[in-house]
């Protein structure tokens, strides 16, 4: 079953159906209304008739009621028979004894029986419409008074309705032949007239600018209706976006070694011709290794993220110097007394500078500000921000610690500063008021909200004050860097610059640009059947009881965005749908706890405990469990033989920048097997298109998804790993910072030239 989004309806057709069936609405309700009219048009004259039939006998009928019952009968006689439309005549005593009625009437006799009681009991003509099994009839009843005004008797006069309800009938199916002829060629007319006149010339626009933005554009924008209106100014911004892209490529080609992979080697290179001599200084919260006591010893650790498994690797080959808090409790002690120490221990490559915080500096700034406030302001998933001043002020005063230690490292020297997202979003500013002079890049790595969103920060000036102060800054994808500049255009006087994607403030141009992360292939050169790891996956089955299952692999942050609640009950669901998978398929979510001081993440972790607790109870056996929750820090070689032994990979994040755990089980997966399942509110879901994209929202869809991995034929699952390997491969985090450093340092390169 796939899980792609069903394909939705021509604009042209859509907008057809829309006006036909606002016209055929109208046309409907008129139709009804001229037929019902007509019918009480019709039953009018039945009345008027029937009464005037009933006045005329009621005075012969008057005289002949003074006879007994049966001389009374004998006189009626054939009087009381009718011709069609009219069935006949009855004529009752006062009490409700009958006389005599025509012989038509006799299959009739109950209902008017029922009639004259009501007459009866309220004395006064009555006409009344009724459906018996025979037909429906109408019914005349006329009280017959005496010249005091006493009851005499009572005259039914009774008609066949049967041609009046026929007639209304065919008036009815006469008008929807007519209306449907109508609206057919309506539609007709409207589709044609849409595609002509909307479409079409969209469609040609749409393409038109996918040539432009590929640079295969060699024709002017069609001119039709109604496009032409844009002639002018598409023109110009073809010019304009040529211009851009020839010097883009042409710098491209000067700045950076030709050839479709980058690498270690490549990127060190690259990273000698763009610094001329500068330091190279990269600034985050997240330190790459920390030291915690076990058992009284220092022993390192490698903290969950995707920024420190991004940029280790580059800074691994850059001799850098990485300025990070100092988190664990063992790190004072294994740095010296500026904090300062080389990593990696086994192969020591760059300066990790330690920043010192309080605990309460700490949770001020990190836990409180940063992520309990920009975290979900920037994250879709309806999480309240909670913004306090004493928070504020803390974030305040560590950015300016931070500015300050990356200003002590650089010294006099000419250095280029690359400040790590959200944490830091003061420091370029920071920086440059005092050093004006050095290069300063700021990558935001979570997305960016939208400007009416971003507006109910209270520091929102500061904060982007702050981030204008970097010459370069980069988001993950175009629509964040799009929503940035729109967030200022609206909150701040700034100077934009559309065509070039920049922003003047404050006598100075900060630049926006896409920059989408990738990963390093660290296990490359790794054959796919490794020894060692198929003994680390046979442990790992063996533990926690998955011989012979197809596995699901998970491998997030306990955090609220990354959708887990929504991934369980999906395989709940699937368990559900496909019972034949019971005992067959099981899900190991590896959960990695992070910012416990908070009390929603913790509450967030005992929910998921209890939610696994839950569908376990619901559905497993003594030897078999479907979610198998793994919370706790995972070393590498773990994660890597997890994503080796999955069948599939899930990412079901609500929102997320990038989410490197994607490209990472793709990167892992030498061997072309395995299916990801990836949100398709990931920016990764932009370049991993051969993934199964989902809604993580969509439960049913979701489920579907994993039946749709689990039952995928092997050279499927082949290609499109290959295709997904390929796009991991050829860009990757090497590709990612030489792309990054390479439009930060050429604007600066050009000036100082």
């Given at each position: 079953?796939?899980?792609?989004?069903?394909?939705?309806?021509?604009?042209?057709?859509?907008?057809?159906?829309?006006?036909?069936?606002?016209?055929?609405?109208?046309?409907?309700?008129?139709?009804?209304?001229?037929?019902?009219?007509?019918?009480?048009?019709?039953?009018?004259?039945?009345?008027?008739?029937?009464?005037?039939?009933?006045?005329?006998?009621?005075?012969?009928?008057?005289?002949?009621?003074?006879?007994?019952?049966?001389?009374?009968?004998?006189?009626?006689?054939?009087?009381?028979?009718?011709?069609?439309?009219?069935?006949?005549?009855?004529?009752?005593?006062?009490?409700?004894?009958?006389?005599?009625?025509?012989?038509?009437?006799?299959?009739?006799?109950?209902?008017?029986?029922?009639?004259?009681?009501?007459?009866?009991?309220?004395?006064?003509?009555?006409?009344?419409?009724?459906?018996?099994?025979?037909?429906?009839?109408?019914?005349?009843?006329?009280?017959?008074?005496?010249?005091?005004?006493?009851?005499?008797?009572?005259?039914?006069?009774?008609?066949?309705?049967?041609?009046?309800?026929?007639?209304?009938?065919?008036?009815?199916?006469?008008?929807?032949?007519?209306?449907?002829?109508?609206?057919?060629?309506?539609?007709?007319?409207?589709?044609?007239?849409?595609?002509?006149?909307?479409?079409?010339?969209?469609?040609?626009?749409?393409?038109?600018?996918?040539?432009?933005?590929?640079?295969?554009?060699?024709?002017?924008?069609?001119?039709?209706?109604?496009?032409?209106?844009?002639?002018?100014?598409?023109?110009?911004?073809?010019?304009?976006?040529?211009?851009?892209?020839?010097?883009?490529?042409?710098?491209?080609?000067?700045?950076?070694?030709?050839?479709?992979?980058?690498?270690?080697?490549?990127?060190?290179?690259?990273?000698?011709?763009?610094?001329?001599?500068?330091?190279?200084?990269?600034?985050?919260?997240?330190?790459?290794?920390?030291?915690?006591?076990?058992?009284?010893?220092?022993?390192?650790?490698?903290?969950?993220?995707?920024?420190?498994?991004?940029?280790?690797?580059?800074?691994?080959?850059?001799?850098?110097?990485?300025?990070?808090?100092?988190?664990?409790?063992?790190?004072?002690?294994?740095?010296?007394?500026?904090?300062?120490?080389?990593?990696?221990?086994?192969?020591?490559?760059?300066?990790?500078?330690?920043?010192?915080?309080?605990?309460?500096?700490?949770?001020?700034?990190?836990?409180?500000?940063?992520?309990?406030?920009?975290?979900?302001?920037?994250?879709?998933?309806?999480?309240?921000?909670?913004?306090?001043?004493?928070?504020?002020?803390?974030?305040?005063?560590?950015?300016?610690?931070?500015?300050?230690?990356?200003?002590?490292?650089?010294?006099?020297?000419?250095?280029?500063?690359?400040?790590?997202?959200?944490?830091?979003?003061?420091?370029?500013?920071?920086?440059?008021?005092?050093?004006?002079?050095?290069?300063?890049?700021?990558?935001?790595?979570?997305?960016?909200?939208?400007?009416?969103?971003?507006?109910?920060?209270?520091?929102?000036?500061?904060?982007?004050?702050?981030?204008?102060?970097?010459?370069?800054?980069?988001?993950?994808?175009?629509?964040?860097?799009?929503?940035?500049?729109?967030?200022?255009?609206?909150?701040?006087?700034?100077?934009?610059?559309?065509?070039?994607?920049?922003?003047?403030?404050?006598?100075?141009?900060?630049?926006?640009?896409?920059?989408?992360?990738?990963?390093?292939?660290?296990?490359?050169?790794?054959?796919?059947?490794?020894?060692?790891?198929?003994?680390?996956?046979?442990?790992?089955?063996?533990r926690y009881s998955l011989e012979n299952l197809q596995v699901a692999v998970g491998i997030d942050r306990i955090d609220y965005v990354?959708?887990?609640?929504?991934?369980?009950?999906?395989?709940?669901?699937?368990?559900?749908?496909?019972?034949?998978?019971?005992?067959?398929?099981?899900?190991?979510?590896?959960?990695?706890?992070?910012?416990?001081?908070?009390?929603?993440?913790?509450?967030?972790?005992?929910?998921?405990?209890?939610?696994?607790?839950?569908?376990?109870?619901?559905?497993?056996?003594?030897?078999?469990?479907?979610?198998?929750?793994?919370?706790?820090?995972?070393?590498?070689?773990?994660?890597?033989?997890?994503?080796?032994?999955?069948?599939?990979?899930?990412?079901?994040?609500?929102?997320?920048?990038?989410?490197?755990?994607?490209?990472?089980?793709?990167?892992?997966?030498?061997?072309?097997?395995?299916?990801?399942?990836?949100?398709?509110?990931?920016?990764?879901?932009?370049?991993?298109?051969?993934?199964?994209?989902?809604?993580?929202?969509?439960?049913?869809?979701?489920?579907?998804?994993?039946?749709?991995?689990?039952?995928?034929?092997?050279?499927?699952?082949?290609?499109?790993?290959?295709?997904?390997?390929?796009?991991?491969?050829?860009?990757?985090?090497?590709?990612?910072?030489?792309?990054?450093?390479?439009?930060?340092?050429?604007?600066?390169?050009?000036?100082?030239?």
């Amino acid at each position: 079953m796939s899980t792609k989004n069903p394909p939705r309806l021509p604009n042209a057709l859509r907008m057809g159906l829309l006006v036909t069936g606002l016209v055929g609405l109208l046309i409907g309700a008129l139709a009804w209304f001229q037929v019902e009219r007509e019918r009480t048009t019709d039953l009018d004259e039945m009345d008027r008739r029937a009464y005037i039939l009933a006045h005329q006998m009621a005075y012969s009928i008057q005289a002949i009621l003074k006879l007994p019952d049966k001389e009374a009968a004998v006189a009626l006689g054939s009087t009381l028979e009718g011709y069609p439309p009219l069935i006949g005549l009855a004529v009752y005593r006062p009490d409700g004894r009958l006389i005599a009625e025509s012989h038509d009437l006799v299959e009739f006799s109950s209902e008017l029986k029922q009639t004259v009681a009501q007459v009866i009991k309220e004395p006064k003509d009555l006409i009344k419409t009724l459906k018996t099994p025979v037909a429906q009839i109408h019914i005349v009843t006329s009280v017959i008074r005496a010249a005091d005004g006493q009851m005499e008797g009572i005259l039914a006069v009774v008609h066949d309705l049967t041609d009046v309800m026929a007639r209304a009938k065919n008036r009815r199916i006469e008008f929807a032949v007519w209306s449907g002829i109508l609206l057919l060629l309506l539609l007709t007319v409207v589709v044609v007239g849409a595609w002509l006149l909307y479409d079409r010339p969209l469609n040609r626009m749409a393409e038109w600018v996918r040539q432009l933005r590929t640079g295969d554009v060699d024709e002017p924008l069609p001119v039709d209706p109604p496009v032409a209106r844009l002639a002018t100014e598409s023109d110009r911004l073809a010019a304009t976006l040529l211009a851009k892209q020839t010097a883009s490529q042409k710098q491209a080609r000067q700045a950076s070694p030709t050839g479709p992979v980058w690498t270690r080697n490549r990127w060190r290179a690259h990273l000698t011709e763009c610094l001329h001599g500068s330091h190279l200084l990269l600034v985050s919260h997240r330190e790459p290794y920390l030291h915690e006591l076990q058992d009284g010893q220092p022993r390192l650790v490698t903290p969950p993220g995707g920024l420190v498994a991004a940029l280790d690797p580059i800074m691994r080959a850059s001799n850098g110097i990485w300025i990070a808090h100092g988190a664990g409790n063992a790190d004072r002690e294994s740095a010296d007394a500026k904090g300062r120490l080389m990593v990696p221990p086994d192969d020591p490559s760059y300066t990790l500078r330690r920043v010192w915080l309080s605990r309460e500096e700490e949770h001020g700034y990190y836990h409180g500000f940063a992520n309990e406030g920009l975290w979900p302001l920037c994250h879709r998933v309806y999480q309240r921000p909670v913004f306090r001043v004493r928070n504020w002020e803390y974030y305040v005063r560590i950015n300016r610690r931070f500015a300050e230690a990356v200003l002590q490292e650089a010294g006099s020297d000419p250095a280029v500063v690359l400040v790590q997202d959200y944490q830091l979003a003061l420091v370029p500013r920071l920086i440059k008021e005092v050093r004006p002079d050095l290069v300063v890049g700021l990558f935001w790595y979570i997305p960016w909200p939208d400007p009416e969103a971003f507006r109910i920060c209270p520091w929102r000036n500061a904060l982007l004050n702050g981030m204008l102060g970097a010459d370069l800054i980069g988001f993950h994808l175009q629509q964040y860097c799009n929503d940035f500049i729109e967030t200022v255009d609206r909150l701040i006087d700034a100077r934009l610059d559309w065509a070039d994607f920049s922003i003047e403030w404050r006598d100075h141009i900060s630049r926006v640009r896409p920059f989408p992360i990738g990963v390093a292939d660290r296990n490359k050169h790794r054959p796919p059947h490794d020894v060692v790891l198929d003994r680390h996956i046979a442990e790992l089955r063996d533990r926690y009881s998955l011989e012979n299952l197809q596995v699901a692999v998970g491998i997030d942050r306990i955090d609220y965005v990354k959708g887990l609640p929504e991934r369980f009950n999906a395989v709940a669901r699937f368990l559900e749908s496909y019972p034949q998978y019971r005992g067959r398929f099981t899900l190991v979510q590896l959960g990695v706890p992070s910012r416990m001081h908070i009390r929603h993440y913790r509450d967030h972790l005992n929910e998921l405990e209890a939610l696994a607790d839950t569908i376990n109870w619901r559905f497993q056996t003594a030897a078999w469990k479907p979610v198998r929750f793994l919370v706790g820090q995972h070393d590498p070689a773990t994660v890597y033989a997890f994503m080796r032994m999955a069948d599939i990979g899930i990412v079901s994040s609500l929102h997320d920048g990038m989410n490197l755990v994607a490209k990472e089980f793709v990167a892992a997966r030498s061997d072309l097997d395995g299916v990801l399942i990836l949100s398709e509110f990931t920016g990764a879901a932009r370049e991993l298109i051969d993934a199964l994209i989902i809604n993580p929202y969509d439960t049913e869809q979701f489920a579907a998804a994993i039946h749709q991995a689990l039952d995928m034929p092997a050279n499927e699952r082949r290609e499109r790993m290959s295709r997904m390997r390929r796009q991991v491969e050829e860009h990757n985090v090497y590709r990612w910072a030489a792309d990054y450093l390479t439009a930060l340092t050429a604007r600066s390169a050009a000036e100082s030239g």
